[in-house]
């Protein structure tokens, strides 16, 4: 089966193929090239990646977000910075809230609260436990990385591309296999 292009162009089923793998690749390209520049600059910055999960930010980071966030000496906190820090009252849970000022009675500590929050965080944040400030965020990216973790990550990003070139390699094995059958003695 053919299809005719223009009065004497015809695209016969390889030439689809061949087409829709070009416009596969071109657009695979496209998308994976600047991630992964993206992702290859973050790492040589030394920035992180965080997922804003709550709505404690969300006039500001809506949950969802993609926050880019790079480390900052306690000294160069300011109030009204949104800051990266370890929860003290949950050791290991980063939380990102702004801070409002230092802590009067001491100086190395802060109080922070989340931009969609009334009152201020129940415990001081000490100068050891912030992590970074944000840089930039986009809405939404976070939740599909957050997405692409294992194994889901693996399964689109290796998985997939491992059976199509599997598939591929089959299909042309068993092209050769009919043409040596089908050539003559």
């Known amino acids: ?43 040589l910055l030394g920035w992180q990646l965080q997922n804003v999960l709550s709505g404690s930010m969300g006039s500001t980071y809506p949950v969802g977000s ?3 966030t790079a480390q900052i000496d306690a000294s160069e906190v300011r ?3 949104p800051i990266v820090f370890e929860d003290p009252l949950e050791p290991g849970r980063l939380v990102t809230h702004r801070v409002v000022g230092p802590v009067p009675e001491d100086a190395s500590a802060f109080h922070t609260r989340g ?3 009334a009152d201020l965080d129940p415990a001081a944040v000490p100068a050891r436990l912030v992590r970074g400030k944000v840089l930039w965020s986009v809405s939404g990216l976070g939740a599909v990385l ?40």
């Open 146 to 185: 957050d997405w692409l973790k294992w194994p889901n990550g693996f399964v689109l990003l290796v998985g997939v591309p491992g059976a199509l070139l599997v598939a591929s390699e089959l299909r042309r094995r068993l092209s050769l296999t009919r043409r040596v059958e089908s050539a003559p003695a």
């Open 79 to 81: 109030a009204g910075m």
């Open 1 to 43: 089966m053919a299809l005719r292009l223009r009065r004497n162009t015809v695209l016969t089923g390889a030439g689809w193929r061949g087409w829709l793998t070009a416009t596969l690749a071109a657009v695979v390209v496209s998308v994976l090239l600047p991630l992964a520049t993206f992702l290859v600059a973050t790492w």
């Open 115 to 117: 931009d969609a929050n």
């Open 66 to 68: 993609l926050l880019v």
